[in-house]
């Protein structure tokens, strides 16, 4: 069953009648471009399969009631809400994100309450937005029972309500994240990923089939777990506007290798990684446009390095599983998402798939860490109704 039929039937069985509709978006992987977002520069995810499902009905009286329900049947109910009543620090844990989206949404006008169940199969904690996957459904559930469809003409665009999402993850959540991940879930599509160029905005679906270049994208969950809103990630932001305003540019976008010389030291690395990952991603989209998949793996294996010894975000467990996976064949790999966490991803010879799992998953015994979740990443459809 998909996730959407599992969020219909719950509400369902818990409201006593259908919800109004479902609405749904992914998780995300990005394949390079790593904290490139949050200073204006280019990134490059991809949709998972995996979803968030958001069924959902109107309630008259201006409350938000959810609920999720797990992967065994067990809900956990939120207390519900006063959506007029709400601000930033009222609700914690994952209620907070739902919450967050009803937040924005009412200082856009949108006051209605409503019921949802939420279902879903991204992992939590892995670093691949299942907390942005879970805030765009929410969204587009608001959204749609006030019948408004972002994304068609003379409606909402999709990039509008990226902002919207971003800004109840930032200023509701407290979590100080970029917009790559919002825009990932609400904007990628089948088999291509999204290329963003987040200080104008411009998006460009590139081509991505890496099964016809009998190559595979391996997501490597490590299952240690991170936070974004209790992590290093904010210091990590300070420091770049903190660079930005020595170097006197409006974002590290505009920075260059030879403009370096005016920074303290310990801004230096930081500061970097952000010119050098840019320039990352835009040699690996001119290698995907050329249909030149194989030639990315050395970019995802550099992104890697730079993250580990300028932006300093990895852990031990991503580095035992990039190393493991180049050691057994890949072509490249890198942490993916924030860092101090999460997941890396490898790109893989299909001819060597059993290698590298076989290798990582040896190398995580060898140091003694939880078995990692392995599985391949295929480009997907982004956000949407489902029923």
Known sequence: MTQAGRAA?????????????????????????????????????????????????????????????????????????????????????????????????????????ADVVIAGDVPAGAGLSSSHALQCAVALALLGLAGVRPGEPGALTLTELARWVQRSENDFV??????????????????????????????????????????????????????????????????????????GVPTLREATMDTLSPLPEELVPITRHVVTENDRVLRTVDALRRGAIAEIGEY??????????????????????????NAAGALGARMTGGGFGGSAIALVPVTLRTRVREMVRAAFARESFTPPRLFAAVPSAGAGRDL
């Open 9 to 113: 039937d719950e509400f369902h069985r818990l409201h006593g009648h259908p919800p109004e509709g479902v609405w749904s978006a992914p998780g995300r992987v990005n394949l390079i471009g790593e904290h490139t977002d949050y200073n204006d520069g280019f990134v490059l995810p991809f949709a998972l399969p995996s979803r968030i499902a958001v069924a959902a009905s109107p309630r008259s009286d201006g409350v938000l009631a959810a609920t999720t329900i797990g992967d065994t049947g067990t809900q956990q109910r939120a207390d519900p809400v006063r959506i007029s009543d709400l601000e930033p620090g009222d609700v914690r844990g994952w209620a907070a994100f739902p919450s967050g989206v009803a937040w924005v949404l009412r200082d856009q006008g949108f006051t209605g309450g």
């Open 174 to 247: 407290g979590a100080p994240t970029g917009l790559l991940d919002q825009t990932a879930s609400l904007c990628c599509v089948e088999s291509h990923v999204l290329f963003l160029d987040v200080r104008s905005g411009e998006r460009e679906q590139v081509p991505f089939d890496a099964a016809a270049a009998d190559l595979e994208v391996l997501v490597i969950d490590t299952r240690a777990t991170h936070s974004l809103a209790d992590s290093e990630y904010g210091a990590r932001r300070r420091a770049c506007e903190r660079a930005a305003l020595l170097l």
């Open 300 to 325: 995802l294996t550099a992104s890697h390095r730079s993250l580990r010894d300028d932006y300093q975000v990895s852990c031990p467990e991503l580095d035992v599983a990039v190393d493991a996976a």
